[in-house]
């Protein structure tokens, strides 16, 4: 029988939250979000953080996944790499005790470039398992990272990470646009318009085609920022569909940055279906869990 049997602490630890879930007989019967992502925590403090989930939920195994088997996490859970299914996962753990387990992350090089992942690789198996999408597919992940990802027979085969988020949100903080990009961003006129314009993957000029056209009055500032994260979004998408041999991507976000990939998808003649990305986790660190 699995160390972790029918009760269990699972905890998705990222870079700036955390989520902790209690699973009782493969449910999730109590639950936890809070801003005790690694970064909060002080290096040398993870035991205590640990001792402190188990005085709040009970004195239960553990199993953890995401940043905090990173190397700014509590210990380095090595990468397994792709390609890579729960087998593999489970093999790889890295216990801190007898009683908690990291969750490794997944690596590529399948393509002759350089990629890792931690913390999404339970979500995408945990959503074949749990027959929210076909073993046979393609993923996206999207956030500050966003994550393409091919599975393959049920296994993550190969994936890319592109850094549309991030770019986004320095754009919208620092250097010459970030005094227009203000405003909402939602996927209407503005935000389709840069989609199209990013399916041209010149991002460097047309970047400085937001300034261009705030100074020849071509384009309100109120529609800048779903205009530029159309922009970075939409030449995202067109960099993957473009050698994916998919018609149909599932998107495993919050319905609201789901919604803007689904659109861009949509837009470019494919299929896009938004999937439960907590049940996806919940489904995987169950089926880690119990091999």
Not at 12 to 30: A, K, P, S, Y
Not at 154 to 164: E, Q
Not at 247 to 259: C, F
């Amino acid at each position: 029988m699995s160390v972790f049997g029918t009760r269990f602490l699972a905890v998705d630890w990222g870079t700036t939250n955390r989520r902790v879930f209690l699973i009782e007989d493969g449910q999730v019967t109590r639950t936890e979000r809070d801003d005790r992502g690694v970064t909060s925590v002080t290096p040398g403090d993870f035991d205590r953080e640990a001792i402190g989930i188990r005085e709040r939920f009970g004195d239960l195994p553990m199993l953890l996944a995401g940043m905090i088997g990173s190397n700014i996490g509590w210990q380095v859970a090595p990468y397994v790499a792709a390609p890579a299914g729960v087998p593999e996962l489970a093999a790889g753990l890295l216990w801190v005790d007898r009683r908690t387990a990291i969750v490794p992350g997944i690596s590529t090089l399948i393509a002759g470039r350089p990629d890792v992942m931690r913390g999404e690789e339970v979500q995408l198996l945990g959503a074949v398992a749990a027959g929210l999408v076909p073993h046979d597919a393609l993923l996206a992940q999207p956030g500050t990272h966003c994550k393409w990802v091919y599975m393959a027979g049920g296994r993550v085969a190969d994936f890319t990470t592109a850094m549309t988020g991030e770019l986004f949100a320095l754009l919208k903080k620092h250097g010459l646009l970030a005094a227009q990009l203000t405003g909402d961003v939602a996927p209407g006129d503005a935000f389709l318009q840069g989609v199209e314009e990013g399916r041209r993957r010149d991002l460097a000029a047309s970047l400085f085609g937001i300034r261009a056209a705030k100074m020849l009055g071509t384009r309100d500032d109120r529609d800048a920022a779903a205009f530029a994260s159309g922009l970075l979004i939409g030449a995202d998408v067109a960099a993957r569909l473009e050698t994916s041999g998919h018609d149909t991507v599932h998107i495993l976000a919050d319905p609201m940055l789901g919604g803007l990939y689904a659109a861009a998808i949509e837009a470019q003649g494919r299929t896009a279906h938004l999937v439960d990305s907590h049940a996806a986790f919940v489904a995987g660190i169950n089926e880690i869990a119990k091999q």
